[in-house]
């Protein structure tokens, strides 16, 4: 049997269709809490009514500068009510708005700027702003609150919504372009991955401009006419299952080194919270298994990525099994290819690709043409089990390779995920002298673990030729904004 699994119809959307008003097509009857700003002291709270009408305000007043439908615009703004106004609101209009990190310097975000040229930048202060001659707005929701709500823009599902760019684990970062049909695909996320229903209050970790808290942390509860949960700019991961409590959260959305994070510290009682979910990274097993033992429910990955948002994933109707990030979602078409572009046979590892037909798939890259082909190659080295269920073994161009064989980094980590004292570690291929190539496991600790026992845990888990040659403590593992390992830097 090949890893092949086509599960389409693909979600079609109407010849006039608008993601701002797709999300938003019940706001208008739902008399409930759309969206709460968790503080440490206090809450910020915008109900299903005001989200509309300030989307709709939002909207009236960046038409009334003269912008046009297409034009672009920078978003430079933290965890605020304003974000997801601003965001809407450009929808609405049939502008293009672009989340960014507000950790970003001038220098790193000037470079981003210029790919995009931007007509406007929206900004709030204390946030650094490109060198680009855009003129620069400040949100003012109670203005916004008192216009007349703008028509919304219909048009072509296919034309371009929003662009986010990639973490740039690899290099310079990519801008995608999306167009409005992508929030269609998202519609199997909503009981294949994330469970989730109107009475749920997700609580989602992640700054808002990274897509995995856009999406899951945002437009997917208000399109099930759910509540999005979502900590202030600056709140600690320690701080969480405070919140969590207060909030009532039903739903924890983070990636796995917040999790990691959340089980270092000692948890209250969490009687509302049905589930985790975890995407960004790889979840290790040993992680999966913690936050059962010590929480009572289960995590639930997706894989996914900026360029397709997630398409597999475990749930709670169909949990992963043991070691996988679990099933393609229903309106899928996904395939494991070998290097000639053929599905593998099932259990034999390949570069995991998408249809390049997926409404969920990006339009392009800016300054490249659109994906072409049949499939859309991932960059992701996975293997199929026989009742479809796939095992991510890391980054193609991540893996290791020792002694003439291909080894996971991940398979590598998992060994030492327990170990106590380690935060987190990645094994890479290291070359300490011309020529030679060993493995190396740099890991955060807060103080050195002594290296006979972390040669223990890898002979305890690994065949001799998967384990790390050599080992390194540092203070802080590099990572991009949105918290993803940079592997590719360790090797200096």
Request: glycine residues 8%.
């Amino acid at each position: 049997m090949l890893s092949e699994i086509d599960t389409r119809p693909f979600p079609v959307a109407p010849p006039a269709f608008n993601l701002a008003g797709h999300v938003l097509s019940r706001a208008a009857d739902l008399q409930k809490t759309a969206l709460t700003l968790l503080h440490p002291d206090r809450d910020e709270t915008l109900t299903y009514g005001e989200l509309l009408r300030l989307t709709q305000g939002c909207a009236n007043a960046l038409l009334a500068l003269g912008l046009t439908p297409g034009d672009r615009i920078l978003l430079r703004l933290g965890n605020s009510l304003a974000f997801p106004i601003l965001y809407l609101g450009a929808i609405w209009a049939g502008l293009v708005p672009i989340p960014t990190s507000a950790a970003l310097t001038q220098g790193e975000i000037t470079k981003l700027a210029a790919l995009v040229a931007p007509e406007f930048i929206a900004a709030e202060p204390g946030i650094s702003l490109p060198d680009h001659p855009a003129r620069v707005i400040s949100p003012d929701l109670s203005a916004w609150a008192t216009l007349p709500p703008a028509d919304l823009h219909e048009g072509d599902p296919n034309r371009e919504a929003y662009i986010v760019f990639t973490s740039g684990t690899s290099g310079m970062p990519m801008a995608v372009s999306h167009a409005h049909r992508a929030i269609l695909a998202r519609q199997a996320m909503h009981r294949h991955w994330e469970g989730l229903t109107e009475q749920d209050r997700l609580l989602h970790a992640g700054a808002l401009n990274w897509t995995y808290t856009l999406g899951t942390g945002l437009l997917d509860p208000w399109t099930c006419g759910a509540t999005a949960l979502i900590p202030a700019a600056g709140t600690p991961p320690a701080a969480l299952p405070a919140l969590m409590a207060r909030a009532g959260a039903t739903i924890l959305a983070a990636a796995p080194g917040v999790y990691r994070q959340l089980l270092r510290a000692e948890l209250p009682p969490l009687p509302t919270l049905r589930h985790g979910l975890s995407a960004g990274e790889s979840l290790p097993q040993a992680l999966r298994a913690e936050w059962r033992s010590r929480t009572g429910t289960d995590l639930h990955e997706a894989l996914g990525m900026s360029e397709c948002s997630t398409y597999l994933s475990g749930s709670p109707s169909r949990p992963a099994p043991e070691g996988t990030a679990g099933y393609p979602q229903p309106g899928r078409h996904v395939a494991i290819l070998d290097d000639t572009g053929q599905p593998v046979p099932r259990g034999e590892a390949g570069e995991l690709a998408v249809s390049t037909a997926d409404p969920g798939l990006m339009r392009h890259y800016l300054g490249h043409p659109p994906p072409h082909g049949a499939w859309f190659r991932t960059g992701d080295a996975v293997l199929m089990a026989p009742d479809g269920a796939i095992t991510h073994l890391g980054r193609k161009d991540d893996l290791l390779n020792a002694g003439g064989f291909r080894v996971s980094p991940s398979e590598i980590e998992a060994a030492f995920h327990d170990l106590p004292g380690l935060s987190a570690c990645v094994a890479t291929q290291v070359e300490p002298t011309p020529g030679t190539t060993i493995i190396a496991l740099f890991y955060e600790a807060p103080c050195a673990i002594d290296e006979a026992l972390l040669r223990q845990c890898a002979e305890k888990a690994l065949a001799r030729w998967k384990q790390p040659r050599h080992y390194q403590r540092l203070a802080t593992l590099p990572r991009t904004a949105t918290g993803k390992l940079i592997r590719k830097a360790l090797a200096a």
